[in-house]
């Protein structure tokens, strides 16, 4: 499915931002009732407090480029402009005025050091008091909700920055556990492609070892015959065996498709002493499958038939490859063995390897069904049916 990006609109004004709105209305304000009071006083504060702003304004563009170092100076500035500003501001100007304390707070708490952080709100505080006590003396009623303010910000953005922290470690924590799991995914996909590739081959690769050493001295030819057969076959082993480390398609699927490489697979198995007769059909007309589950039906296929030798004692295996009508492909294994029961085997199947357990899983991952259709003595028969469209591609399902 392709990927859909939403693009998210961001607010005009956000949490972050509303300090410094707070900051440049609160100097509008008092640049306004200075033009209202029009005396020569209020026009020689005017200019230092809408300096005040630029210095503000020009901090805020520059922030990234002032460092470590400029932070810090720049609000010291910020501090002695503001200070001379409250000290020389008319007293029923004051009040107002003494507000930007709380955007100066939130300044103070973004620098470097905590002994610096400390300084400037201890300096912020002791300045907002002294300007407040021009205004109205020592009256709580006029002192305590402007340091309220500036302590409850100071607390708030703390907590804030907590839990930008813990949110910053959850997220670090899922996504290492994503790792994680992708991990996992990995090791089991490689353990099931090689149980149903190397295991299975090796397998057979052993028993012409076997037939060979019985006919070496009674039967050269035959033994010859089958030493060549393993020599091939471990040629082909080590091809397997570079795709699963490069997480490569099989040569002969890239090459040719599934059809061909299923046929291979059978005449391989089929080839080896004590084997059953293993035969091959396709139906239909074949249509492209991605690779990846092209990938996922041999592999399972793989698994189905190293099942049906090891487990069924059967004389015939036939294998079915079927393209339908609705995009999708399925692979068939029937053989006329031994049997079991599904249910007993689903609840035990822990003995038997990767087996029926590796193919649900692997056929999971695709959204595919698995029919498991045997009883005791009556042969069994897999049924895999996956659809041909890609609409996703799952992590480790290769």
Do not use: K
Request: net charge positive; with cysteine.
């Amino acid at each position: 499915m392709p990927a859909t990006t939403l693009a998210v609109r961001r607010p005009p004004v956000s949490a972050r931002d509303l300090p410094h709105l707070v900051f440049f209305v609160a100097v509008a304000g008092t640049l306004v009732r200075l033009v209202e009071l029009n005396n020569e006083l209020c026009w020689s504060v005017a200019p230092p407090t809408a300096a005040l702003a630029l210095l503000y304004a020009a901090g805020l563009a520059r922030w990234d480029r002032l460092g470590r170092t400029g932070r810090p100076v720049w609000l010291g500035l910020l501090l002695l402009l503001w200070s001379w500003v409250a000290w020389i501001l008319p007293a029923p100007l004051t009040f107002g005025y003494a507000w930007l304390a709380v955007p100066l707070a939130v300044l103070a708490l973004r620098m470097p050091t905590r002994t610096e952080r400390a300084v400037a709100l201890g300096v912020i505080t002791a300045v907002m008091v002294a300007a407040l006590m021009r205004f109205g003396g020592p009256d709580p009623d006029v002192l305590a909700p402007p340091v309220a303010a500036v302590w409850a910000t100071v607390l708030l953005y703390r907590s804030q920055q907590r839990l930008a922290r813990e949110l910053a470690a959850t997220r670090d924590r899922l996504a290492a556990q994503q790792r994680e799991a992708g991990r996992l995914a990995e090791r089991s996909r490689i353990a099931r492609d090689l149980h149903d590739t190397l295991a299975q081959e090796l397998a057979g690769s052993r028993m012409l070892l076997q037939a060979a050493d019985r006919d070496w001295d009674r039967n050269p030819d035959a033994a010859r015959r089958q030493l060549r057969a393993v020599t091939d076959a471990l040629g082909e082993h080590l091809a397997q065996t570079r795709g699963i480390i490069d997480d490569l398609t099989p040569p002969l699927l890239a090459q040719d498709g599934l059809e061909a490489a299923l046929r291979d697979l059978c005449a391989r198995a089929g080839s080896a002493a004590g084997a059953p007769r293993i035969s091959f059909r396709a139906e239909h007309e074949p249509h492209p499958l991605p690779t990846d589950r092209a990938v996922a039906l041999l592999r399972l296929t793989q698994g189905l038939l190293a099942n049906a030798l090891e487990h069924a004692r059967a004389r015939h295996v036939h294998i079915t490859l079927a393209y339908g009508d609705a995009a999708t492909a399925a692979v068939e294994v029937r053989d006329d063995g031994a049997g079991f029961d599904p249910a007993a085997a689903r609840a035990g199947c822990a003995d038997r390897g990767f087996g029926l357990a590796a193919a649900r899983e692997r056929l999971r991952a695709f959204d595919g069904t698995l029919t498991v259709d045997s009883a005791p003595g009556r042969g069994t028969r897999v049924r895999a049916v996956l659809s041909a469209a890609q609409d996703r591609v799952p992590a480790g399902a290769l």
